[in-house]
């Protein structure tokens, strides 16, 4: 047996180096918080094996403080690529055990390079966030550093997905980088980002707060909005990328996998004759109609715990991937406010970044009425659905279970916003407004002078709802294509997935518009 060559042993040992991070007293602190290594977590996310370290040898942390360069073991950041459910992916995960994971100019080298690999090569980046924010030893560089990031995450948004899982600090404005992603997971009880901490709040507005209470996972996923989706441990948040990812493409020039489904595709689901109540004024849930009309557990609610009066979320229909989107009747009836304005509007164009068809479920008595509402900016608000809407190129199916008044009707997916397929049941009632409303205003005369104006009020009520909240006014006038039993939904919605399957939209030339935000 040949002596081994030193040179080779040399960079064994150098190798065994870089993977010690911050050493074995900070991983055990790691651990103690309940926190896993920045290389446990990617062996956990990717198929097994597949992991492809890059720069691991970057050292270089440039330190204001000091007259010799400091040696930071790959600066702070593991980054390479490797494999998910057999795709490729880029992936960066922050050490925290090596400086608090802080972000240097070396740092963000190594995170741009992955960056820029991932949209050359076409395929999703996933970043594992861990860090203490911008090194401060590196001044003005390490704020550079950050600003890269930022311009990479605006620039290659609507290219290939970009994922973030928060899984420790993310303060200041490190913050920015995960918000400018197309989603969001946070582990619970560990992460948490804010923009200045309770410190800096305390200081200037006297207001006492925690980390938790003011960015943890249960305030971004529930109060800001920020946060799509939760997960309890590492190990589940990392599962849980793996999930989002089997519904996405690679890029926006692919179409999102199609997975095997072992659900029928002309499966009738009876109960969903007996969902909807007769009287208009009783809630149902809309949750338990989409898990009834998608393929059996494939539905992946996003920014569940915000704005819980919309809903939004991933699912599969004969295995193909789809975006769905609706109101919740038993939440503020279904009423549309500012947050689900703009829950929707980013989730629909999400979808249509990456050709993830539409289906949107309608049952809404329309926008919340009140001096809240209009004073914060519902019209604009309201307006970016529209703006979502009427530019989505991608297959849209819109079905109105129930109420569909007024503007939320128009909003919401209608013909003439461009869906390409418009059911309804029939219980649809799809009116101007809903009948007490519309009593009062049209006959406001004749009640004023009937003998018993309660008794009046309930004969025109009912004559109004008679006329007009019923779906045949909307699919006598070609406004809807097909009233169908609640049942046939989900054969009746694959079929016309199938046949838009290769919609092709030609966009009109422009810069790009100007959407109200
Ligand atoms: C350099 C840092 C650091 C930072 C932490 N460390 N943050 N080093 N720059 N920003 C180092 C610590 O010195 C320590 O080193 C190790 O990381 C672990 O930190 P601890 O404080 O011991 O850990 P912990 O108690 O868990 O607290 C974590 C923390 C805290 C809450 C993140 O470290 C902290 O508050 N750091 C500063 C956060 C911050 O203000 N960052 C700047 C935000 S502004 P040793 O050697 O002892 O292990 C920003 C601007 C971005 O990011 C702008 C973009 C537009």
Redesign the pocket.
């Given at each position: 047996m040949p002596e081994e060559d030193p040179r080779i042993i040399e960079l064994r040992e150098m190798r065994a180096k870089s993977r010690q991070g911050?050493g074995k007293e900070?991983i055990a602190a790691q651990h103690a918080k309940g926190k896993l290594t920045a290389r446990e977590r990617i062996e956990i996310l990717l198929d097994s094996g597949t992991f492809q370290e890059l720069e691991p040898f970057v050292t270089q942390g440039h330190d204001e403080t000091s007259p010799e360069p400091s040696k930071i073991p790959g600066d702070g950041v593991v980054t390479g690529f490797g494999k998910i459910d057999g795709r490729t992916v880029y992936v960066y995960s922050q050490d925290f055990t090596v400086?608090?994971g802080?972000l240097g100019e070396m740092q963000s080298h190594k995170i741009c390079a992955v960056m820029d690999l991932a949209v050359r090569n076409g395929s999703p980046i996933v970043g594992l966030i861990d860090s203490?924010?911008?090194?401060?030893?590196e001044g003005v560089r390490s704020?550079g550093g950050?600003?890269e990031i930022f311009r990479r995450n605006a620039l290659y948004s609507g290219i290939v997905p970009q994922i973030s899982v928060i899984m420790g600090?993310c303060?200041?404005?490190?913050s920015?980088s995960p918000a400018l992603t197309d989603i969001i997971i946070m582990v619970e009880k560990t992460s948490y980002m804010f923009l200045t901490?309770p410190d800096v709040i305390r200081t200037v507005t006297h207001e006492e707060v925690d980390a938790e209470t003011l960015g943890g996972a249960m305030t971004h996923h529930t109060v800001s909005g920020l946060a799509h989706l939760t997960a309890p441990t590492d190990q589940d948040a990392l599962a849980t990328v793996r999930s989002v990812l089997s519904y996405l493409p690679n890029n926006n020039v692919e179409n999102p996998p199609v997975a095997g489904s072992g659900d029928p595709a002309n499966r009738m689901d009876e109960e969903l004759n007996h969902l909807v109540p007769i009287d208009p004024g009783v809630p149902y849930s809309m949750h338990n109609a989409i898990h009834r009309i998608v393929d059996s557990g494939s539905f992946m609610e996003l920014l569940g715990g915000f704005a819980r009066n919309a809903i939004v979320g991933l699912a599969r229909m004969d295995g193909m991937p789809v975006g769905i989107v609706s109101q919740e009747p038993d939440m503020l009836g279904g009423s549309v406010d500012i947050d689900a304005s703009d829950k929707i509007c980013r989730f629909v164009r999400f979808c249509d970044a990456y050709n993830i068809p539409i289906i949107t479920f309608v049952d809404s008595p329309g926008f919340i009425p009140g001096t809240d509402q209009e004073y914060r900016g519902i019209i604009r608000h309201g307006a970016k659905v529209l703006y979502a809407y009427a530019e989505a190129s991608v297959p849209k199916i819109s079905i109105v279970t129930r109420k569909a008044y007024g503007g939320a009707y128009v909003v919401m997916s209608s013909k003439y916003m461009g869906t390409d397929v418009c059911f309804a049941w029939p219980s649809a009632e799809i009116a101007v407004m809903g009948a007490e409303g519309a009593a009062n205003i049209l006959y406001r005369r004749q009640l004023k002078d009937a003998a018993d104006p309660e008794a009046e009020r309930a004969r025109l009520v009912e004559e109004y709802r008679q006329r007009f909240c019923n779906p045949y006014a909307a699919a006598n006038a070609g406004y809807i294509d097909d009233v169908i039993e609640p049942r046939e939904t989900r054969l009746r919605v694959i079929a016309a997935l199938a046949a838009l399957r290769d919609k092709t939209v030609q966009a009109l030339p422009r810069k790009h518009g100007n959407m109200p935000v």
């Open positions: 911050g900070r400086q608090g802080s203490g924010g911008a090194r401060i030893q704020l950050y600003a600090p303060a200041g404005g490190a920015y901490g």
